[in-house]
T-cell receptor
Framework: AQKVTQAQTEISVVEKEDVTLDCVYETRDTTYYLFWYKQPPSGELVFLIRRNSFDEQNEISGRYSWNFQKSTSSFNFTITASQVVDSAVYFCALSEAGANNLFFGTGTRLTVIP | EPEVTQTPSHQVTQMGQEVILRCVPISNHLYFYWYRQILGQKVEFLVSFYNNEISEKSEIFDDQFSVERPDGSNFTLKIRSTKLEDSAMYFC??????????FGQGTRLTVV
């Protein structure tokens, strides 16, 4: 059975601080995909990144970076120099190979205080 | 940039009424999905659709739900007899491959 745990329900940081959002997953498959989505106050879901289980290379995109560690079944997301516009709910999600649906975690609400 | 569009953005309906939520997926995508998010909760998979048929569905997707691709561009979710607990944000998504979906902006359904 698949499971995605985002233990941090809510995080508040002051603008320009770095923040890391944790994601721990469970799956029996050796081939799977991990995702992060952002849900701003307007409600839409914005795709941020997809990683497959065979690619453990960390990725950086601007102020965003992702750390994928299979040994700990974690796919953590770091925002450096946070900005007010980063305030949103962030969802981690998992898709197992052969299944074409996403299984979401419960989300982490990030509030960046100016 | 291509995007998934959903209409309406907000729908209010009376309990027991039928409702149809509409989506226009990204044009060259082949896989279509509906997800639901009850207020303040996580996003839950409802159904996936490929090659004009349902490829996967969750336990939530019971007989009161149906999906259709009536023409080459639209993808609809019908709820036959709405209940109060159907109140949620409904997201349509599409993808060009088996994984990695792009979501629409959602339709907020309120059942009164």
């Amino acid at each position: 059975a698949q499971k995605v745990t985002q233990a941090q329900t809510e995080i508040s940081v002051v603008e320009k601080e770095d923040v890391t959002l944790d994601c721990v997953y469970e799956t029996r498959d050796t081939t799977y995909y991990l995702f992060w989505y952002k849900q701003p106050p307007s409600g839409e879901l914005v795709f941020l990144i997809r990683r497959n289980s065979f690619d453990e290379q960390n990725e950086i995109s601007g102020r965003y970076s992702w750390n994928f560690q299979k040994s700990t079944s974690s796919f953590n997301f770091t925002i450096t120099a946070s900005q007010v516009v980063d305030s949103a709910v962030y969802f981690c999600a998992l898709s197992e190979a052969g299944a074409n649906n996403l299984f979401f975690g419960t989300g982490t609400r990030l509030t960046v205080i100016p | 940039e291509p995007e998934v569009t959903q209409t309406p953005s907000h729908q209010v309906t009376q309990m027991g009424q039928e409702v149809i939520l509409r989506c226009v997926p990204i044009s060259n995508h082949l896989y279509f999905y509906w997800y639901r998010q009850i207020l303040g909760q996580k996003v839950e998979f409802l159904v996936s659709f490929y090659n004009n048929e349902i490829s996967e569905k969750s336990e939530i997707f019971d007989d009161q739900f149906s999906v259709e691709r009536p023409d080459g561009s639209n993808f609809t979710l019908k709820i036959r007899s709405t209940k109060l607990e159907d109140s949620a944000m409904y997201f349509c998504a599409s993808s060009g491959g088996l994984v990695g979906a792009f979501f629409g902006q959602g339709t907020r359904l309120t059942v009164v």
